[in-house]
């Protein structure tokens, strides 16, 4: 029986996807009648390590979810403490989300202290076992945290398969719900005069942060081929660059391509992130490697059909030819894609977006964290 937990992670004030997530199913939680709240952090990362302009939101913090900022990710003797607080508090259920090495002695240590009460049981919410970009020592740091708690549950199959080369303990999967907190869609009419954009424009998204695993050089390298010139589509890019912007800004200028881009490459807000999705035609994930993605169910939220390249678990979340295209992570077959998404166009998707996004909801994967809790 699970009458109490805590979310140990992102949330409010910090800001993007994973903050977004961790309220959002704590949200879940309480409209299941189970209390629960947030511990998140009070110093995440160094301001040295973060990539973007800030880590905090500048909107409300969310009604009817309690958040508490007070673990500090460099000292740990402030870990002693929140593990000491958690184990003294003994709730049924502990959800540790895990998505990068970095934060493995912090989480690690909270965790093993907590569970230490002998009735808390421990789900690590894994996004990345094995990062993206790797770094030495990464291994030794992710063992330290799966030795930590009881139990996993992973998005995709790919991280669920991460998980087993550190642990042998139960694992459940639950694909990423679909986010809801960003309102509901306009039309593209609305969207594109509020972002500046002719409605008869043919137009493309790249959504999200950029870094170098995300493939938008190769998405560039497609922009420039002859197939999409010839269609005279244009790309729209949203997001922050988290790392050096220079090469994108360089390779946009060698391939000629400065008239068929639009660039926001800053941070948005969740209330204006409908603006750009809803005025997009398709969106693109042209990423090198991935797990799962949270543009994802951004796309099935505001029903867009998508493009993903055949890494990791993207294509478990979109069936080709229904919901959108899948293809090889280079640039020709992005180019093909592209053009076989506008040749097929937005209406050839619709039906099945809809019937397909009905799979991803909040309250199974609140229920699936549940099961695995009676099982541990």
């Given at each position: 029986m699970v009458n109490a937990l805590v979310i140990i992670g992102p949330g409010w004030p910090l800001r993007g996807g994973l903050a977004a997530f961790d309220e959002q199913l704590a949200n879940t939680f309480n409209e299941k009648g189970i209390a629960s709240r947030i511990e998140t952090f009070s110093l995440q990362y160094p301001s040295f390590l973060f990539p973007g302009t800030s880590q905090y939101t500048t909107n409300p913090a969310p009604k009817d979810i309690l958040i508490h900022a007070g673990i500090n990710s460099m000292n740990p003797f402030n870990w002693i403490k929140i593990g000491l607080?958690?184990?003294?508090?003994?709730?049924?259920?502990?959800?540790?989300?895990?998505?990068?090495?970095?934060?493995?002695?912090?989480?690690?240590?909270i965790c093993r202290?907590?569970?230490?009460?002998?009735?808390s049981k421990v789900i690590a919410l894994v996004d990345n076992m094995i990062p993206h970009?790797?770094?030495?020592g990464d291994s030794l740091l992710t063992s330290y945290f799966a030795k930590s708690v009881n139990g996993f549950l992973t998005m995709s199959n790919k991280v669920a398969a991460d998980v087993k080369k550190f642990s042998t303990l139960p694992i459940s999967l639950s694909p990423h719900p679909i986010f809801n907190h960003f309102g509901a869609a306009i039309t593209k009419k609305e969207a594109r005069?509020?972002?500046?954009?002719?409605l008869e424009e043919k137009v493309i998204l790249f959504f999200g942060f950029i870094r170098q695993y995300k493939g938008l050089d190769?998405?560039?390298?497609?922009?420039?081929?002859?197939?999409?010139k010839a269609n005279g589509i244009k790309l729209l890019i949203v997001?922050?660059?988290y790392e050096d912007a220079m090469p994108y800004h360089d390779l946009i200028e060698t391939l000629g391509l400065k008239e068929n881009i639009i660039l926001h490459t800053e941070f948005v807000p969740d209330n204006e992130v409908k603006n750009y999705v809803c005025a997009a035609d398709f969106i693109i994930q042209?990423?090198?490697?991935?797990?799962?993605?949270?543009?994802?169910?951004?796309?099935?939220?505001?029903e867009i059909p998508m493009l993903v390249t055949n890494v990791g678990a993207l294509a478990d979340a979109v069936p080709n030819g229904k919901v959108g295209v899948v293809v090889e992570p280079n640039a020709n077959s992005i180019a093909e894609g592209i053009d076989m998404l506008?040749?097929?166009?937005?209406?050839?998707?619709?039906?099945n977006i809809k019937e397909e996004k009905k799979k991803y909801s909040w309250s199974t994967m609140a229920d699936n964290f549940i099961a695995l809790r009676q099982k541990l």
């Open positions: 607080k958690l184990k003294r508090e003994k709730p049924d259920l502990i959800i540790v989300r895990y998505w990068i090495p970095f934060l493995a002695p912090c989480l690690g240590t202290i907590a569970k230490s009460n002998k009735h970009e790797k770094r030495w005069h509020l972002i500046g954009i002719g190769v998405l560039l390298k497609a922009m420039a081929s002859d197939l999409i997001g922050e660059f042209p990423y090198r490697n991935a797990t799962q993605s949270g543009v994802t169910p951004l796309a099935y939220h505001f506008y040749q097929n166009g937005p209406t050839f998707y619709a039906q």
